[in-house]
């Protein structure tokens, strides 16, 4: 049987030299090219990974950066039990001295920046960016990363991949956000879910992993379906069904999730435009295929903090009673119009579309791209009136400065006294710098540039008095990704998707928790996307009596 030289590479490296060994491959033990094998085998993939001895992962052969990279875990994990030590415990709960340490005792004979490079270099290999991989270590008794002759312990990368990410200044730096470590820390949340029997719902384990690829699109779903509790699939239309089109996969899962739940949960799924993914979905159907950074707005994927959870709850608690065409390309819901889209802002940039230009480039040319993003982040101030403390936002009686700082988080934001409000705009401030610096890591080499960009953290927030917590703050910045601000013709200010345009209505749907942007198309709407609007998040604008019928194409 012909094999890919990634599996005859890893089969030699797992056979026992002198007796028999039983392994599972997927790419041997089941035909690819049979559909019908294919849909009795898929089912069957967690009972198959759960009841092995171990999950042995093979990431690919060794080399330079994979050797070096998996150096640092021995280094992260020894640190980990070092700073763990009795007698080292309150040395390390001061950042500045868990650096201090670091430097001193971990640090060794390379350099920690060409460590870390290498390490990312290795989560990034494609193994690790597959959908399939999830279930396979998630429900694994226990799992072992190989990569060449380098063997280590999943929980021992898992260990060393938290640690990385913990350190936000000093040595490992640079990391803070960046998401291929992400996919690794996402698949041992999995794990504390399963074993702790709080099981994701499978469109919560579909947005927790939609950054992951499949050669298969309609995969995107059924890889994680032996994820989620069998109760959770009640109801819906979730068999495994290669002989349909994804287009027809993802069309029947979302009907039968707003038929299920009679709300409209699958509609804050972000829509991703600009890229090739599954072509013949209408426009309310979300596309797994393909995905841009952007985060929903409500889903607690974005917002793992309980504290910062927000129950909106636009439609007043109503129920969805969606109605589809005979084609299933047209979807009717009722609700109502709230108001139009007057002004919008320039989008926010995720930072993966981001182009900050070559680590070699010119000064001028680094300081056109610090002026272009200061211009977005100034588009945005003008837009929502960021420094207008005087002026009264008529939904609320709030300021037009604080309707500002909240909704360009959408409505996440800490809010509950005068002291953390200043606290937290000060913050603000500081965390707009600090993400603008880690994304600029070659001005390093620049030492005059990198410093005069650095200055204007000497003067926010100096004692480090804020209460509310950087994790907290990176992860509420991820709602701004890919979308605008904007203004309303009754003068809200609300967070809209990117795609939005002037012109636009803001309608608030029977059974939504959110409001949404819809295009006018002739006889029908074109959906957009979920948004936030400041004031009307709790069925303030909501009236029952007034919502008609609403044909989304």
Known sequence: MLVTLNLYNALIRFRYPDRIRTLWADA?????TSIQERQ???PLMRRIYSQGLRTLVWIDAEDEHSKLGLSLVSHLVDFYHFSRRPQNLKKTSNLKNLHALYEKDMRKDMPPENQLNAFLQTLGRVYFSRTWIVQEIVVAPSTSVFCGEIEISWTDLITAAKYYVGFKEGPLGEITGDRRIGQVLLIDRDQKDLLGSNTASILALMLRHRRSSAT??????????GLTDPSH???????VDYTSEPAEVYTRFAISHLQHTQGLDILSVPRVSGQQ??????SWVPDWSVWDGTVSLRWEETLPSESLHQHFDAAAGTKALPTFSGDRSELTLKGLVIDTISRTSVPFPADGEVVFGDPNAGASEIIDYIHKFLLIDEDWDLTGSAYDRKSIYLSTGESLSEVYY????GGHAPWPNSLVRQQYKRRVKERRTRRFLRRCKYLRKRPKLYYAALLPLLFLDPAGTATFGDDDLDTIELVKDNRRLAKTESGRLALVPGTTEIGDQVVVLKGGKVPYILRKRVESWEFIGECYVHGVMYGESFKEDKCHDFIIV
């Not at 041997?28 to 690819?32: F, R």
């Not at 298969?216 to 379906?225: G, V």
């Open 28 to 32: 041997l033990c089941i035909d690819q």
């Open 40 to 42: 009795q085998q898929v």
């Open 216 to 225: 298969d699109p309609r995969d995107k779903i059924f890889a994680l379906l």
């Open 233 to 239: 699939l009640t109801g819906l239309d979730m068999r």
């Open 277 to 282: 993914g599954v072509q013949g979905l209408s």
């Open 406 to 409: 909240q909704t360009i988080y």
